[in-house]
């Protein structure tokens, strides 16, 4: 998996895979819109943002570039074979205000074009749903969702009916989650929690951030380890897939202190200065 660590998010299909990939996709309701149903035997909802959709944030995070209050969903339309002969999409979010900045992972596909690079987006109390699609979001799940051509079930409302064939769709297959906590509440405003989870058919997952950089592909437990990781545990590693969670916590500590820290410094400089007075004041009438 070398060389997925970056974010080529427009890594080339081979022409014929192309073609094939994008005439099956543009002829369902992948790029309908968001909120639609992977299977109508299932409650599982994915969110299809296509390439470059902006999502706001519930929240803005900042990790030392400034406030962050929205994403730009990178979500290609297939899956790409690599060397090994293995089949990957690169998906990620990069962020509106500083676009440089990336989050990245890899997830696993069968390449042939009966699946295509999924995502599915939800707050903490709220899943997407065609009634009530999340309109921002800090969990996104990305994976593959199976396109299978089959007799029609009693309802297809959640397939493409072209012509003779059915087009269906199976439950996505999680690969890899972003997940963003709000951790202002005991520090600064933009302060955040960033979870990464790499499944069993996860390529890599990491991020560009403010000038540090994380990949689970290059990950090793033994050498030194960036401040912000808090806790991390791994899967079955092996040289195409890095299964594991990994927990980042961004403060914003800043040399200015907030309005109620001068004043409880003032307050306390006062009290000081009082007590000195009171020490003069003793050493003068005893002199």
Wanted: hydrophobic share 40%.
């Amino acid at each position: 998996m070398r060389g997925f660590g970056s974010l080529d998010l427009f890594a080339k299909v081979p022409l014929f895979g192309a073609i094939l990939a994008c005439s099956i996709v543009s002829a369902t309701p992948a790029q309908a819109g968001r909120g639609i149903s992977i299977d109508v035997n299932t409650v599982e909802i994915w969110s299809d943002a296509e390439d470059a959709q902006v999502v706001p944030l519930p929240f803005p995070v900042n990790y030392g570039v400034g406030l962050q209050p929205s994403v730009v969903v990178q979500l290609p339309d297939g899956f790409n074979t690599d060397i090994s002969g293995l089949n990957f999409a690169v998906v990620g979010l990069t962020f509106t205000n500083s676009p440089s900045d990336s989050l990245f992972a890899t997830v696993n596909g069968s390449g042939t074009g009966t699946d295509i690079p999924g995502l599915r987006m939800s707050t903490p109390t709220e899943q997407s749903t065609p009634a009530n699609p999340v309109d921002e979001a800090s969990m996104f799940t990305f994976g593959n969702v199976i396109q299978a051509v089959m007799p029609p079930p009693s309802d297809t409302s959640g397939c493409d009916v072209s012509g003779i064939s059915t087009y269906c769709y199976g439950p996505m297959v999680d690969s890899a989650t972003f997940t963003f906590i709000d951790r202002s509440s005991d520090g600064s405003a933009g302060d955040f929690e960033l979870i990464l989870q790499c499944g069993e058919l996860c390529g890599n997952i990491g991020f560009n951030l403010g000038g540090l950089s994380f990949s689970a592909d290059d990950f090793d437990p033994n050498a030194p380890l960036p401040s912000q990781l808090v806790s991390f545990s791994l899967g079955d590693q092996n040289d195409f897939f890095h299964p594991g969670t990994w927990d980042f916590l961004f403060r914003n500590s800043s040399s200015v202190p907030e309005p109620g820290t001068w004043a409880m410094m003032l307050l306390g400089f006062g009290v000081i200065g009082a007590a000195l007075r009171r020490q003069d004041r003793r050493k003068l009438q005893l002199s």
